[in-house]
């Protein structure tokens, strides 16, 4: 019998999930909830309903884990809490800042409900947490380092359009040749943030506007740019959407340590990923996450975990046997 | 009150474990055990005993978890399942073939005894087995490859040991730059060993030996060198001695797959691991287990287990609330 899924929010992240089901065997779509009018939506999955969000309750029976795919401004901090009360619940909540208080409302909620829940599945938080609690497990005495990008960063993407005299703007997060390769050479320098990245913006600009203002105004903007050396362009919207319309992005956790008696070896572990599509490379790993809190919840666990608490092995849909033959 | 660890065995792994526990602060060595006379080894850790194997049982109340540090070949078949009656035990086997049959003994063996085992600790099997299951389970519809090195294969060493002629030598396996960066570009050919791996062999002849036999016995030899491309240099025992007396290793596990509604989008996910000394982060590796077979044993936990079934904060000293704090 295969895991049945329910999708609420359709938006990049519910389609990729629905992508991300299609993968995988032990895993069927059953509906999906929107709080558009459900026949203005229309999804890829032959034979499956698009309901109401606010009918979500009506199929309390049908669905074994309910995918999140809301945004983490606003969607989620309400929607998470609410619906593990009636459902296992996964998401992708990724203001980390938040996690803890988003973390207690959850489990509380879920506890009430005798539900399992898995908050802030993606890759940052998520594989990347992973990775960095893995390194530091193995190598107390070291440093680590996140890198991000090659990729477009929404927020700031966003933080340029808001600017006055742009229409479209998009902006790159790129990793720093230098900072990276010495961080491989267990160098474990402060690097400031001008070191470790470089923010490229591609801007349309609205016409007549002053793009050197515009540029200025980038450039010196605290906390998004003002830190960074930022490049900027003025493009052609037609060139805007036909050179930077990919979601891509991806990144690094390198850490290095020693040990022995006198500290006499180094040792460099290092995480990278390389992705077409941040919102499909997200939904995959929420699918997998769901695949995990199915699993618990099956074996009588409930409360809010998240993908730390997770053994990995839950994440396949291998048997434990199948998996110490073929990769252990 | 911290976890007492006791050491079975003390090799190059031993000493690996003894040097980890020392950055570990809620971790304390309390015995090391060891089957030759123990007043003739000499242990680094002041104030704590050695002791024979044979009185391991007499410590049975003082220790938490044993880790053992025997040899696959022989010591840990019959060790740990013995052990694993009267003690939590953590080792490093690493005969990948025997995996499941030496799960089964230990398990077995761990149920009878209320006791909770992990086997096959270190990297591969270990951190690597764990980075292709994360990789399978986020992306099923694709490839990956394991690189070994670049680094010292004992294996490979001690085959070359025992051709006539040879007084000592040293094997290195080292991954093709060729065949990573097409795998790290989504290259999902199905490579022959020789153009993954380069074996190159820094050989000591005894006196009069002909070099010309032993290079091509070494190059002919099937499994070990015949499917690749080897390179082997004679040199004096004092260079050998000079150049190639530490035991570094590494690799990598890369793995490629698409996602999307037509599999348009393409991801790469990459861990690497560049080590000074393999037998102290093997050490590092089974350190940060055995905190996590301690938990999980407070739990009520007991049988055995491998790495793909803890989860991965049980690894970490830090609670829960802090991961979700400092890493999540």
Avoid at 18 to 33: G, K
Wanted: proline fraction near 5%.
């Amino acid at each position: 019998m295969s895991i049945r899924i329910g999708i609420m929010g359709y938006g990049n992240i519910g389609r990729a999930v629905e992508c991300a089901i299609r993968q995988n065997p032990d895993m069927e779509l059953v509906a999906v909830f929107t709080r558009r009018p459900p026949k203005s939506v229309s999804i890829l999955t032959e034979g499956v309903c698009v309901r109401h969000a606010d009918d979500v309750l009506q199929m309390k029976e049908e669905i074994d884990v309910l995918v999140l795919c809301g945004g983490s401004a606003t969607d989620l901090p309400a929607q998470t809490p609410e619906l593990a009360k009636h459902f296992n619940v996964v998401d992708s909540f990724d203001t980390h800042a938040r996690i803890s208080e988003h973390f207690a409302n959850v489990d509380a909620a879920a506890r009430e409900g005798g539900t399992l829940a898995v908050i802030s599945c993606g890759w940052d938080p998520g594989m990347f947490s992973i990775n960095r609690l893995y390194a530091r497990a193995i190598l107390p005495e070291g440093k680590d380092y996140t890198f991000w990008g090659k990729g477009i960063s929404q927020g700031h993407s966003d933080a340029i359009r808001r600017i006055k005299g742009v229409k479209n703007a998009k902006q790159y997060t790129i990793p720093l040749e230098s900072a990276l390769n010495a961080v491989r050479n267990a160098d474990t320098t402060a690097f400031t943030p001008r070191q470790m990245h470089l923010r490229e913006c591609f801007v349309v600009a609205e016409e007549g506007a002053d793009t050197q203002r515009i540029e200025q105004e980038i450039k010196s903007m605290p906390n998004y740019f003002a830190d960074y050396d930022t490049v900027v362009h003025f493009i052609s919207e037609e060139e805007l959407l036909r050179d930077h319309s990919g979601i891509p992005h991806g990144g690094f956790v390198i850490r290095s340590g020693k040990t022995g008696w006198e500290n006499e070896n180094t040792h460099v572990i290092e995480y990278n990923i390389k992705l077409d599509s941040n919102p499909e490379f997200t939904a995959s790993v929420i699918i997998a996450c769901a695949r995990a809190a199915y699993r618990m919840k099956a074996e009588g666990l409930t409360g809010c975990k998240t993908i730390l608490d997770l053994p990995p092995a839950y994440l396949s849909p291998l048997s434990g046997e199948e998996l110490r033959n073929t990769l252990l």
